[in-house]
Structures are given as C-alpha cells and as structure tokens.
T-cell receptor, first 115, second 117 residues
Framework: DSGVTQTPKHLITATGQRVTLRCSPR?????VYWYQQSLDQGLQFLIQ???????AKGNILERFSAQQFPDLHSELNLSSLELGDSALYFC??????????????FGPGTRLTVL | AQSVTQLDSQVPVFEEAPVELRCNYS??????LFWYVQYPNQGLQLLLK??????LVKGINGFEAEFNKSQTSFHLRKPSVHISDTAEYFC???????????????FGQGTTLQVKP
C-alpha cells in the first residue's frame, strides 16, 4: 500500500458525460501528479500540482481539468467524454516539487470505461 | 523534448535465469532516469533511480541498472529472477534542473517480464 488513495476504483459512463476522479496524497506530500494509462498511448503525464498551484502540464486535453484543494487532495475532471478516454488514471504524490530529492508514490488507479 | 524507448515489449525467461530489460532515451537536456514496476492490478512502484554520481544503481528486489551517457541507455538487470518478478516494467525520464525540475515523468511503452517455472 503506497498511502495514496484514489476513488472510485471503477467508473463506467456514457459518451458526452462528465466525471470527477479523486485522489488523496500520502500524509505530508505536497505534490500530486495525474497520469493516464491506455493501450494505445501508454503511460502519459497529464498534470502536476504543488501545494495548490499548477506546477507542470503534459498532454492534458482541454476537456480535462484538475485542481488541488487546501487539504491537498486533488480532483481530475473529465468532460464531454469520448470512447478514447477509456483508460486507467493514476494519481501519484511526492513530498516536494521534483525527483531530485523525493519519490513519486502511485495510487492503485481509477479505471474509466466510456460506453 | 524527451522520449523513451523500451526495446522489448515482452521478455520471457525461466526462473533463476538472468534478465536484462533494455531502455534507451532521447533528450536535449539532462535527465534523471527511473525504473518502475507494475504488478497486475496495482499502481506503479519505484525500483530504482539515477540522479547523478555512480552510473551503477542498485534498487529493490535485487534489481540494478547502469546509466550509459554515450549510448543514452539505462538497462535494467537482475542476476536471477523469481516467479514473483512477473510484471510490467517501465523506464522513465524526468528533465532535470531549472524550470525542468518538476517531477514530470516521461515513460516508455513498458516491457512485460514473464518468468516461467
């Protein structure tokens, strides 16, 4: 158990809908990262937040948005869902801003299925 | 921009045999290098990382990796594998220094290690 929790574990929805994925980082971790794992794209970095502020952005679609709240949990919002958004979404957390001094710990993921 | 290539999508090996999982990267800036493991239905777990210094890095579960700057490679090795090592292995890089030090990980496509009895 990494200490990172993600809810829900599974999510099944229809095209055009909107969903929210939730992540609670390990106690004391200030950074939260979101990754998408799909069969065709592999593991892709979406976005990083550090202590409530956006730190880095990757291949995140405009239909997707994220935020980190004052209690440091994070939510990833996916809207106007398409079949291709079906994937495993991972959240990771770390103490600091980057990898030089700390490690990213991954949650178990949320499996999103868009029908 | 950075990219990571894992040269083998699947590596079958017999138990107690040695194994090498190959990883090459491309980057215009200095990077940190990582190997992660993903067991079935689980999240990723860090095996080892290279930040600087000695090019031979030792990690958990008996794995080690060697950074070769001239060949831009970071191959993962284990002298004797166990059935429990069956998993997906991911090589990753992260830009280092300045505004690049964000923790963003760029992953390869993964290598499935299948350990047979």
């Amino acid at each position: 158990d990494s200490g990172v929790t993600q809810t829900p574990k599974h999510l099944i929805t229809a095209t055009g809908q909107r969903v929210t994925l939730r992540c609670s980082p390990r106690s004391g971790d200030l950074s939260v990262y979101w990754y998408q794992q799909s069969l065709d794209q592999g593991l892709q970095f979406l976005i990083q937040y550090y202590n409530g502020e956006e730190r880095a952005k990757g291949n995140i679609l405009e239909r997707f948005s994220a935020q980190q709240f004052p209690d440091l949990h994070s939510e990833l919002n996916l809207s106007s869902l398409e079949l291709g958004d079906s994937a495993l979404y991972f959240c990771a957390s770390s103490v600091g801003r980057g990898p030089r001094t700390d490690t990213q710990y991954f949650g178990p993921g949320t499996r999103l299925t868009v029908l | 921009a950075q990219s990571v290539t894992q040269l083998d999508s699947q590596v079958p090996v017999f138990e107690e045999a040695p194994v090498e999982l190959r990883c090459n990267y491309s980057s215009s800036v200095s990077v940190y290098l990582f190997w992660y493991v993903q067991y079935p239905n689980q999240g990723l777990q860090l095996l080892l990382k290279y930040l600087s210094g000695s090019t031979l890095v030792k990690g958990i579960n008996g794995f080690e990796a060697e950074f070769n700057k001239s060949q831009t490679s970071f191959h993962l090795r284990k002298p004797s594998v166990h059935i429990s090592d069956t998993a997906e292995y991911f090589c990753a890089v992260s830009p280092s220094g300045g505004s690049g030090n964000t923790g963003k990980l760029i992953f390869g496509q993964g290598t499935t290690l299948q350990v047979k009895p």
